[in-house]
C-alpha cells in the first residue's frame, strides 16, 4: 500500500544533541512538508521541498534542518540550537501533478526532552 | 495576515449533527480543507472545497461555504463515537498554492453515548 513512514513513534533528546527523524514516501510525491504540532495549536510549516536537492524555509525553521537527496526521502534534523524542541512533529507529502493536489500526512513523530 | 481560526471544543450526542465552524482571513485562498486527527496519529483528509463553490457533500459530510464572511462549515451527519477527534480546517496559500496551508488551531469533537 502506497504511503507516507515516519520513524521512530516517538524519539527522546538528550540536552546539547542532534536528532534526526526520518520520513519515507512510496506515493510518487515530489512535494514534502514537515510541520510541527504543539497542544492548542495548529501545524505550523518548518521546512518544505518541491523539488530533489531543492528546499525551502517555512515559518519556523529556525533550529532545524533537512536534506532532500532522493524522491522519496525528507529527513528531517532538531539541532541543538532548537530550544524547546518538545513536540508532535508531522510529515506531508503532495504531488505536483497539473490540477488541484492536496497534502497527505504520515502518523507523526512524538519528540521529548530527556 | 492569515489566520484561521475555530472554537477549541465541541460536545454532542451520538446521532445528532455536529457542526463545525471555521473563519478565514485570506480572501484569496483557492481551496479550504478540513482534516480529521484521531489520538496520536496524524492527518487524514476528510474533504475539501473550491473557494467557487457554496456546498460540497460527500456521504455525511457537508462542507458550506460563505466566501462574503470567510467562513466555513463542516457537518457531521449521524455524528458516532468513531467521530470523536480533533478537526482542523486549512486555507490554501495565494493562487491555490498547496505549499503553503495555513492551519486553524482545531476543534475537539467529543461524542457522548
Known amino acids: 500500500d502506497g504511503g507516507i513512514t515516519q520513524s521512530p513513534k516517538y524519539l527522546f533528546r538528550k540536552e546539547g544533541q542532534n536528532v534526526t527523524l526520518s520520513c519515507e514516501q512510496n506515493?510518487?510525491?515530489?512535494?514534502m512538508y514537515w510541520y510541527r504540532q504543539d497542544p492548542g495549536q495548529g501545524l505550523r510549516l518548518i521546512y518544505y521541498?518541491?523539488?530533489?536537492?531543492?528546499?525551502q524555509k517555512g515559518d519556523i525553521a529556525e533550529g532545524y534542518s533537512v536534506s532532500r537527496e532522493k524522491k522519496e526521502s525528507f529527513p528531517l534534523t532538531v539541532t541543538s540550537a532548537q530550544k524547546n524542541p518538545t513536540a508532535f512533529y508531522l510529515c506531508?507529502?503532495?504531488?505536483?501533478?497539473?490540477?488541484?493536489?492536496?497534502?497527505?500526512f504520515g502518523d507523526g513523530t512524538r519528540l521529548s526532552i530527556l | 495576515g492569515e489566520d484561521v481560526e475555530q472554537s477549541l471544543f465541541l460536545s454532542v450526542r451520538e446521532g445528532d449533527s455536529s457542526v463545525i465552524n471555521c473563519t478565514y482571513t485570506?480572501?484569496?485562498?483557492?481551496?479550504l480543507y478540513w482534516y480529521k486527527q484521531e489520538p496520536g496519529a496524524g492527518l487524514q483528509l476528510l474533504t475539501y472545497?473550491?473557494?467557487?463553490?457554496d456546498m460540497k457533500q460527500d456521504q455525511r459530510l457537508t462542507v458550506l461555504l460563505n466566501k462574503k464572511d470567510k467562513h466555513l462549515s463542516l457537518r457531521i451527519a449521524d455524528t458516532q463515537t468513531g467521530d470523536s477527534a480533533i478537526y482542523f480546517c486549512?486555507?490554501?496559500?495565494?493562487?491555490?498554492?498547496?505549499?503553503?496551508?495555513?492551519f486553524g488551531t482545531g476543534t475537539l469533537l467529543a461524542v457522548q453515548p
Open positions: 485570506d480572501s484569496s485562498s483557492t481551496y
Open positions: 472545497i473550491f473557494s467557487n463553490m
Open positions: 506531508a507529502s503532495s504531488s505536483r501533478r497539473q490540477g488541484h493536489q492536496p497534502q497527505h
Open positions: 486549512a486555507e490554501s496559500g495565494p493562487g491555490g498554492a498547496t505549499n503553503k496551508l495555513i
Open positions: 521541498s518541491q523539488i530533489v536537492n531543492d528546499f
Open positions: 506515493l510518487n510525491h515530489d512535494a
